[in-house]
């Protein structure tokens, strides 16, 4: 097979398409207006009145019964109208009479729009590539969509508590895990305590042992599924006189997820506690990577015993009363107090029925979106699928576009495109705080994975290379989202209570033309960018990826799991490009009691580690036609670059892995394996870290693995020569693979082999890597080897001024 470097494919988010275009049309005027972000002072492109649009205006002091011309009431029902519902309806009389010809703009005026159910649009609320549909705030204005409903009625209850009835808690009709106050989200009353001055990892306690209550082995796994464990007493010094009421959110198994899960009782004697239920993700063969395991951080939440420090709150869902310490300077009778009370805000939903039943050409314009529900868990979830509620939700569109928006603090994904999609762009929103993903592309469907038929994910390598039979099916299943755009987004601090939640995921879907490109995301549970269980070909490119894994491990900041080709279909035979990003700072953090992995500073007593079992780029599970190419990969920490099982027709060149404090790459042989390393700069000065680490799940004449491993430059602490590493893992472990190391591990042998035969040992001369400034010096020896330069100037969030030129700056 011919294999061309991935360096010559076209970069894609660099050629305007006709749709990126249209903001910038010749015909509009666009103009910059300066407006206070969340994070400093952000530029939004906002478009001047024109006669070529049709404009309807909406306002918080605004009736339905009105026309929508005007934004200020005028007499004559000619003011502006209240809701999306009745802006929505306006625009179906236009098409129902015949007068909708051109672009509609949908202006709602400044304020908070509280939703008391989810705005919905269908196929009969689509605009036209000639006249789409844009639902935005006014020229100088921000309105905000919220899922929050107020709370009223506040009381003194003792000292600094307060209290209110909710009637609709008490009959039922409603229950939410989120407060806030003045647009703040408080704290539910917890123990142990958050601690602020360390909210990561500080503020846990952690299961002692497993107890067996006699609910019986997981049907599948024929394991115990733990529903009862011990704490230490002097984590809990409070007894709780409703603990049924009560929920353990934990980190369980082998921290790659999070859970809620109700309390079914307490025995204080006994120092146990147990629960309605197993972890939820925990009903397949993954058995102890999701399951309670001794060791695990939680706490426990909603004891009206522990609401004892300002900003937190519970509820007791019996009596109908929520309780209320407010922060100091808060009195609660002359605050806004909102629980969310919906879950989606927006949905566009298609059908499916017949051709061309999308919704198509509808845009949502600098609009800011707060306060929902968060829907997770699901009863059904499984670790890796869309669990949470989305406050914008997309199914069945094409042409349609999220831009200018911020997403703050929403209670699940921020944006989620789910099941089959085309021509989507999200481009140019902020997303803070989301309680799951801040961008997620998923679908579910289930029993295509022979040993794990719950799951949601595609099979496994082994069973992929075993039953080919089998492709045909799944890649039937699975819907197609094809050509959309991601782009120009910061995302960061989401996955407040999914932990398996990244900045921008792919699950459960076949890609085809997809771009993720110029995002800057940071400060994540998990991945900065995964994909996982699908197929096809998604650019990831010119992103700005750091601090990453601040809560999860097993995890990388750009992650591959499952993500396969399908040779019989056009669309699906070519696998990702993953090109000039820079990561760093993939940190890991795991609590199980026993280490698996080397390294991991210790917090809270060595219970908790950090900077543990994380890479940079990490390719779990059969990689299949992969280009890595032009990436800095800085501080992670198992490695620069991970690759493993069955991987196919990998390409890694021209990239630069650096400090990464075991390894700098890190492989796992097993199956067919076809790789090639070339012109790539590892350096790494921590001691006791490693040029490489090589470990074998079966016996593996390298010759079979690597195609090409040379021409690279190689640079060590100083002084001394390239080490190499070869520890089983425990991604071994759990397999129950036999994990040997190859050969002695030296970097003589390792030449002896034939790799690595025309590489260069020696300093690779970065302008200033303290500073995380990685060109080369002219007198780098990388240049005699033919490494090109990246410019790291694209890297990053990019603007639009008002003349069409893009200007970079996160």
């Not at 001394?720 to 590493?725: G, M, R, S, V």
């Not at 694209?794 to 970079?808: A, D, F, M, Y």
Request: hydrophobic residues 35%; glycine residues 10%.
């Amino acid at each position: 097979m011919v294999r061309t470097s991935f360096r010559d494919q076209p970069c894609i988010a660099r050629i305007p398409s006709r749709i990126r275009c249209r903001a910038i049309r010749s015909r509009r005027s666009v103009r910059p207006v300066s407006r206070k972000g969340l994070r400093g002072e952000r530029l939004i492109m906002v478009n001047d009145m024109d006669e070529h649009v049709d404009h309807i205006y909406v306002a918080t002091n605004g009736d339905d019964t009105s026309s929508g011309g005007c934004a200020a009431p005028e007499g004559n029902r000619k003011g502006p109208l209240a809701t999306l519902e009745g802006a929505r309806n306006a625009i179906r009389r236009l098409k129902h009479e015949g007068r909708f010809v051109r672009e509609v703009h949908v202006l709602l005026g400044d304020g908070t729009y509280r939703l008391t159910r989810t705005f919905k649009l269908s196929r009969a609320d689509a605009g036209t590539e000639n006249a789409p549909i844009v639902y935005r705030s006014a020229p100088g204005q921000r309105a905000t969509i919220s899922g929050g409903r107020s709370i009223t009625g506040w009381r003194q209850y003792r000292e600094s508590i307060w209290c209110a009835d909710v009637p609709d808690v008490r009959r039922g009709l409603w229950s939410f895990r989120q407060l806030f106050c003045n647009g703040e989200r408080m704290i539910r009353a917890r123990t142990p305590k958050r601690d602020p001055n360390d909210p990561l990892y500080g503020g846990w306690a952690f299961v002692e042992s497993l107890v067996d209550d006699g609910s019986g082995a997981d049907r599948n796994d024929e394991v115990q599924e733990p529903r009862a464990f011990r704490f230490d007493p002097n984590h809990f010094p409070r007894r709780w006189s409703k603990p049924h009421q009560a929920e353990v959110f934990i980190i369980p198994g082998s921290c790659w997820i999070s859970d809620w899960i109700p309390i079914q009782r307490v025995d204080f004697d006994a120092q146990t506690i147990y629960l309605t239920r197993p972890v939820g993700p925990s009903r397949h063969t993954l058995a102890e990577s999701t399951h309670i395991r001794a060791g695990n951080r939680f706490y426990v939440e909603n004891n009206l015993e522990d609401l004892t420090e300002p900003g937190e709150w519970c509820l007791d869902q019996e009596t109908g009363t929520i309780y209320f310490r407010p922060p100091d300077d808060v009195e609660p009778r002359n605050a806004e107090i909102v629980a969310p009370c919906v879950e989606q805000l927006i949905e566009m939903i298609g059908s499916t029925s017949e051709r061309g039943a999308r919704v198509a050409h509808v845009a949502l314009r600098d609009l800011r979106f707060s306060e929902n529900q968060i829907g997770w868990p699901k009863p059904d979830a499984y670790y890796k699928t869309p669990n949470a509620s989305a406050a914008v939700f997309l199914q069945q569109t094409e042409h349609c576009r999220i831009e200018q928006c911020v997403f703050d603090k929403v209670g699940g994904d921020a944006i989620r495109l789910h099941g089959a999609n085309a021509h989507d762009t999200i481009a140019d929103n902020e997303i803070v705080e989301a309680g799951a993903y801040g961008i997620f592309v998923a679908n579910r469907q289930s029993g295509f994975c022979r040993h794990d038929p719950v799951a949601g994910d595609v099979p496994s390598p082994g069973e992929w290379v075993r039953h080919p039979e089998d492709r045909i099916a799944v890649v039937a299943a699975w819907p197609r989202t094809v050509g959309h755009r991601i782009t120009n987004n910061h995302i960061h601090h989401v996955g407040v209570y999914e932990k398996h939640a990244q900045g921008i995921a792919f699950f459960g879907v076949s890609a085809a033309d997809v771009v993720v490109s110029h995002n800057h995301i940071h400060h994540i549970p998990r991945f900065g960018i995964g994909l996982m269980s699908g197929f096809g070909r998604v650019t990831i490119e010119y992103n700005e990826l750091h601090d990453l894994s601040l809560e999860t491990c097993d995890t990388g900041g750009i992650t591959a799991n499952r993500w396969y080709v399908y040779d019989d279909d056009p669309q699906l035979r070519h696998g990702p490009i993953i090109r000039h990003n820079r990561v760093r700072d993939v940190i890991g953090c795991g609590a199980y009691g026993v280490r698996t992995e080397p390294g991991g500073d210790d917090r809270a007593g060595g219970r908790i580690w950090t900077r543990y079992y994380s890479w940079g780029i990490y390719f779990d599970n059969a990689p299949m036609d992969v280009g890595v190419y032009g990436n800095i990969c800085a501080r992670n920490t198992l490695g620069g670059i991970m690759i493993c099982w069955h991987a196919r027709d990998v390409v890694v060149e021209n990239n630069i892995f650096v400090d990464s404090s075991t390894s700098q790459g890190y492989f796992i042989f097993a199956g067919r394996m076809n790789i090639i390393l070339r012109r790539n700069i590892f350096g790494y000065r921590e001691a006791g870290a490693h040029y490489l680490r090589l470990t074998c799940a079966e016996p593996k004449d390298l010759h079979e693995v690597f195609d090409e491993f040379d021409g690279n430059l190689i640079s060590p602490p100083a002084g001394e020569a390239p080490t190499l590493d070869g520890e089983p893992g425990e991604a071994l472990q759990r397999a129950g693979a036999a994990a040997d190391s190859p050969g002695d591990c030296s970097f003589e042998w390792w030449r002896r082999q034939g790799f690595d035969l025309h590489s260069v040992i020696g300093d690779a001369r970065f302008a200033d890597p303290e500073h995380d400034r990685f060109d080369l010096k002219p007198d780098s020896p990388a240049w005699a080897l033919g490494f090109e330069p990246i410019d790291t100037s694209l890297i990053g969030i990019e603007r639009v001024t008002s003349h069409g030129q893009r200007v970079r700056g996160c």
